[in-house]
């Protein structure tokens, strides 16, 4: 999403700060999760107003978001593909997901698809341990994941909302 | 075999159901305490229920409570204008560290999602017996559907008098006791596994970056905010109701002397039956991974053991005869941590695991202190390339002991053990 | 208030409740090394170069910001204690750009600490920012000190120009979306060139010294700056 478009939906962040600026600064967090999930990553001018909206120093505000790696500064896909390649997932045969992902995708960790739908990461344990591979696509998360499948997940998630 | 104190409701009543809950025993204690009950009356029961804390920590509950009431009596009132206007009246806050990330875990999801109104019983407890009137759940931001449970769950108790203003305190009630008045807010990670340190948590609520802070002082004295603050784990606070409503002793018939009570431990990767069990502290931890997990899967034989994390140690196959409770796992060098059990068979490529140990702290350093933001990337270039380094082994050594003596909080601390572990126990060589 | 009796190396002190190990060290004229620590700023306690071992710790304590405590044993120079200092100047090392900063170099010869014992370990080759007329930010010698976000907030200045980004190995100094100085809310006021204990921020006079640029140069460019900007509007 551009800039613009950000802007424009600012119905939403009057809302998310509506929410948030009684507390302030202890808002900043919940209010750049919110923004996030709406807008799809944060932009120069989303920050600046949830800054100043609950009256953080824009380098500050900056500073956190950079922080959390599940905040993006820059523009990413419609979903996050999780890969857990963590310990036990591991044990579970996640570097075969992995490969099927990227296969799938035909991108790398940390790149986004050109049509904008998916950013793939490998990402760590995502507390589903007893049920690996896990992959997280979006909110879903999807346990006991198999090469075959990951054809089939991301169609599906890229259909859905 | 397992023993169940307090994940009774899991998988059996519906967890978006208060009413569910009450019929299954729920809120009783609540109600034992705030009307029959003292808070120093609470703590003393906490304290001979010996109720240590479930996180990694494993710290004595009662405690706690204590240090923080002594807190609250000495640190200036009101509080200051550096608390939001909202929170200022609370002379305490009651906070449940539900940010579960250590690698392997997964039994605070299972208790937020299946039994959400025991977590919010056991923090209401913690509220009474600090007098704090706001509570917060700092929950990681993957846990979508435990968001959802505990968000209803939280409405559903407001509804329903168990949360707000006078709890349990019926209308027209002359009782001369000050009433209980708390609310709980849910307070949502965004990816990072150090915010689940207690003060790089006080941090992330405050809008800042999850950077840990030294201790002393302790959260008791200065936590959130600055002010005094009780802040334990998910299964923590689950215990809390039983020891309240059935009394110390009941606790005590469960588990050994000094780690009374149940755990529950999370067991993942070779064994035929992954999942969560509640145990007994002191079960052995071979008769878990044989009898509750299902055992090694066919043919295969056993490498090791990864307990308590990321951050914990490896056992190699003649230590798994150790029973699970706080002080034996301490004996041979172990630790509890937060439960998590990895079984490794001779499938398992130690140094592929080794490799994401060793990138997962390079990863999730915070970047303050020295010896771990510089430490854990070297740690993960030695293990990835040893070669390229001249006696990688002694280096590896030399700088692991400088995170654990010198790093300004539990990670760095923590994040040569498991790889030393495994390297002094001769279970990988470099 | 009451006072406070401890020991540091084997030697008795009284001092005012509140006072930190490190200044009771001073006091008794023992050298603790310190790098983030100054005595203007808010004690980060991040180098970890301060720690002492304290009997019934199982951890080093970083002397900078801990309180003495009645009965607290102290002990600053112990193996352990001198092995974790020469561990974390030979990461600094490997790392970063610390050729300019004397206090750091002094250490590591009395550290005996091996600047190559990493030796072609992942380096923090960071871009140096030639973005305004007085200072230049040359994050290759940045040992993430904290004293320059210290002086331009909270500490000092309360301008709040710059604040850290990334995290871990990569964290960073940063402006507000990595902007050039003039687009932040920098007001110039030199603080944090003067906090800096690396050249990692250096006047750009000085700079253009050291690179053997004219520095009358200097104050004509800025000059012909301003016109031309008025020109262009």
Known sequence: MSDDAQGATSATLTTILARWSPVGRSGLLPALIEAQDAYGWLSEETLAQIANGLDVPLSEAFGVADFYAHLYTHPVGNKIVRVCDDVPCYLAGSEKICAAVEKQLQIREGETTPDGAFTYEIVPCLGHCDHGPVVMIGKDVHENVTEEQIDNLTKRAKDAK | ?430 | MPDITLTIDGQTITVPEGTTILQAAQQIEKQVPTICYHPHFTAPSLCRMCVVEVEKSRVLVQACSRACENGMVVRTDTPRVQQARKMILELLSSAVDVSEAPEIQEYMRQYGADAQRFGDAARRDLPMHDDNPFYIRDYSKCILCWRCVQACGEDVQWTFAISRAGRGFETRIATFFDKPIPESTCVYCGNCVQACPTGALKPKREFWIETGRDVSELVRHSRLEKRRRKRDK
């Open chain 2, 1 to 430: 075999m397992e023993t169940k104190l307090i994940t009774t409701n899991l998988g059996v009543a519906n967890p978006e159901s208060i009413d569910d809950y009450i019929a299954r025993g729920g809120y009783r204690a609540l109600r034992q305490v705030t009307s029959e009950m003292s808070s120093p009356q609470m703590i003393e029961t906490l304290k001979a229920a010996g109720l240590i804390g479930r996180g990694g920590a494993a710290f004595p509950t009662a405690l706690k409570y204590e240090l923080a009431v002594k807190a609250e009596v000495t640190r200036p009132w009101p509080a200051p204008l550096t608390v939001p206007a909202l929170y200022r009246r609370s002379s305490a806050f009651v906070i449940c560290n539900a940010d579960e990330s250590e690698t392997g875990t997964f039994k605070d999801r299972l208790l937020m999602e299946g039994d959400p109104f025991r977590i919010l019983e056991g923090m209401a407890i913690a509220a009474f017996i600090t007098g704090a009137t706001n509570g917060f759940i700092y929950l990681r931001g993957e846990y979508a559907l435990a968001y959802e449970r505990l968000s209803r769950a939280i409405d559903a108790a407001r509804a329903r008098g168990f949360l707000g203003e006078r709890i349990l305190r019926d209308e027209g009630s002359r009782s001369l006791t000050p009433s209980l008045d708390f609310d709980v807010e849910i307070r949502r990670g965004a990816g990072a596994y150090i915010c689940g340190e207690e003060t790089a948590l006080f941090e992330s609520i405050e809008g800042r970056r999850g950077e840990p802070r030294v201790k002393p002082p302790f959260p008791t004295d200065a936590g959130l905010f600055r002010r005094p603050t009780v802040i334990n784990n998910v299964e923590t606070f689950a215990n809390i109701p039983f020891i309240a409503l059935k009394g110390a002793e009941a606790y005590r018939q469960y588990g050994t002397a000094k780690s009374p009570g149940s755990r529950v431990v999370c067991v993942s990767g070779h064994v035929k039956r992954p999942g969560a069990y509640e145990i007994a502290m002191g079960m052995p931890l071979r008769q878990v991974i044989d009898e509750l997990a299902g055992g090694l899967r066919d043919g295969r034989r056993l490498q090791a053991v990864l307990i308590g994390g990321a951050a914990g140690v490896f056992l190699r196959p003649d230590e798994i005869d150790v029973p699970l409770d706080f002080q034996s796992l301490a004996a041979v060098g172990a630790t509890f941590g937060s439960g998590a059990i990895m079984v490794m068979d001779d499938t398992a490529d130690l140094g592929g695991v080794l490799r994401r140990l060793a990138r997962f702290f390079k990863d999730e350093s915070c970047g303050k202190c020295f010896p771990c933001q510089l430490g854990t990337q070297r740690q993960y270039e030695i293990i990835r390339d040893p070669e390229r380094f001249r006696i990688a082994s002694g280096l590896l050594h030399e700088l692991g002991a400088t995170m654990r003596d010198a790093s300004l909080c539990g990670l760095g601390q923590t994040a040569s053990s498991a790889i030393l572990s495994a390297l002094d126990k001769g279970l990988m060589k470099i």
